[in-house]
């Protein structure tokens, strides 16, 4: 109890409360902007922690990408363009429920069950930290592999489209993450003698470009649709309780699926949105009603992102590995503020890592009331004219682009990008595959190239290992649904 009276001691302290506050508010505008992640905000701020105290330094990377992980999903709901890569799994669904004229709903679904996911996320950090690390560390790159593999095979699982589309717009995606020299072989592939392709296409250019572009050439193309009613937003939090108690099983299992994705290294919220969406489909009683504005999905996969959010410190704070790019960056700041990550961390600076536990309650309770306020601003965007709102999605775009690496040729890739997702979508291939093969293409391979190195060509400790077992089942099973549902319409066509 000294330790944990200690620690609320530290965050007590005025500059540590003010760290919070405003890397919160900073944190929820820079994720409500399209192509502005939560890892660029956070990478931002590292330049702001020198100047501050070791436990304020660390308060404002939790604060920032807790709120820029929920807040990617505001334009997601409400322009259908995913502020982060986590919110492309269900953007979709959520803009699908705004277009049936409850889109504070769909918001409040993402503020509520972010909130509690966060919640419960840094109750497993507290309590299954070192289980979960040991865990962790049983995961070779074989297990990496299959893991990869079967967050891929998600796309088929939640495309709405004919799942031989989604698999072949997911090979495309694969095919784009194969350009560029970061490969285990380190030989530049389908560069074509430009320089700026070396470094292979970056995910958020693309990601903005397909969603967010394609969106304003489709406004362009067509018609403008009937406005939605013209009307104050509702309660953002009216009827969470009832879904809450609803939906048990959903965030149970979101809980559960990011904290386990969390923990494992170079995973992430990404990986944990899709995993869980999908899951929440296949396991519904009402798998017909996604795609159209059912709740189901997002309370899942909400609840998922942000658990694996608290969980992905786990590895980071008992070993110094990272658990994704925020907390790659977050064991920069505490090498650099004299908290290095290891055991010992646990016993000699044990108040340091309550405090860590109290800013993470702290942050994901803050979330719900400068939740709603970003909500009610951003609330203002339903009610402009598209042609006013069209160009400033456009530079927002260009922007979030350029920033992502200050260089003109990744305002090119989001154009190109943007052509590229709006005929796809024009001939029912989803677009979501697509990105999904470019992010987790990069892994796929080099896991594999990896394993193959260290067992000598021979395939056989893919399949030999228990839990490389489980998730080659579980990849093959999700890989062979779509020719099961197939082969199920056949017959029921010639039995009719």
Not at 169 to 185: D, H, Q, R, T, V
Not at 204 to 209: T, Y
Not at 225 to 247: D, V
Not at 415 to 436: C, S, T
Request: hydrophobic share 55%; aromatic share 10%; proline share 7%.
């Amino acid at each position: 109890m000294d330790t944990f009276y200690e620690a609320l001691r530290l965050v007590a302290q005025p500059d540590v409360l003010i760290a919070i506050l405003l890397a919160s508010i900073y944190g929820l505008v820079v994720g409500s902007l399209p192509g502005l992640s939560a890892t660029m905000a956070t990478a931002l701020l590292v330049p702001i922690t020198f100047y501050l105290s070791p436990i304020a330094a660390i308060a404002t990377i939790i604060a920032a990408s807790a709120m820029a992980i929920f807040s990617g999903d505001i334009p997601g709901c409400l322009l259908r363009i995913p502020g982060t890569p986590a919110s492309a799994a269900y953007t979709d669904e959520a803009y699908a429920m705004t277009r049936k004229g409850q889109p504070e709903l769909a918001l409040g679904i993402c503020l509520w069950f972010s909130a509690i996911g966060g919640i419960m996320g840094t109750v497993s950090l507290i309590v299954l930290a070192p289980p979960l690390a040991e865990m962790a560390l049983q995961f070779s790159t074989y297990e990496y592999f299959w893991l990869a593999l079967l967050g891929l095979m998600c796309s088929t699982l939640v495309a709405r489209s004919s799942p031989i589309k989604a698999i072949a717009s997911m090979l495309i995606g694969l095919l784009i993450a194969c350009i560029g020299m970061e490969n285990p072989a380190g030989t530049p592939r389908f560069t074509f003698g430009l320089t700026d392709l070396l470094g292979g296409i970056e995910p958020i250019p693309a990601l903005v470009g397909v969603f967010a572009l394609s969106e304003v050439m489709r406004a362009m193309a067509t018609a403008e649709p009937p406005r939605l009613p013209r009307r104050r937003f509702g309660s953002i939090l009216k009827g969470m309780w009832a879904l809450t108690l609803r939906y048990p099983r959903p965030q149970v299992r979101g809980n559960i699926v990011g904290i386990i994705i969390g923990v494992l290294p170079g995973a992430g919220a990404d990986m944990a949105a899709w995993v869980s969406y999908a899951m929440s489909k296949r396991l519904s009683k009402e798998p017909e009603k996604f795609g159209s504005g059912h709740p189901e999905g997002l309370i899942e996969a909400g609840a998922s992102n942000n658990a694996s959010l608290a969980s992905g410190w786990v590895p980071s704070l008992l070993f110094g590995i990272p658990g994704d790019t925020i907390t790659a960056i977050a064991i920069g700041v505490l090498f650099m503020k004299g908290l290095n990550p290891g055991p010992t961390l646990f016993t000699d600076k044990a108040s340091s890592m309550y405090a860590l536990y109290i800013i993470f309650i702290i942050a994901n309770i803050l979330m719900i009331p400068l939740g709603i306020a970003m909500i009610r601003i951003a609330s203002f965007v339903l009610r402009a004219p598209r042609a006013a709102i069209m160009p400033v999605i456009v530079l927002l775009c260009a922007v979030g682009s350029f920033a992502t690496g200050n260089n003109l040729f990744l305002v090119v890739t989001l154009a190109g990008f943007g052509v590229i997702g709006y005929v796809m979508e024009r001939n029912g291939f989803p677009v979501a595959a697509l990105v999904l093969g470019i992010i987790m293409g990069t892994m796929v391979e080099q896991n594999f190239v990896t394993s193959l190195i260290k067992s000598d060509g021979s395939i056989w400790p893919f399949f030999s290992r228990p839990v490389a077992a489980v998730l080659a089942a579980l990849t093959f099973a999700a890989l062979l649904w779509p020719v099961f549902v197939w082969l199920s319409r056949l017959r029921w066509r010639r039995a009719a």
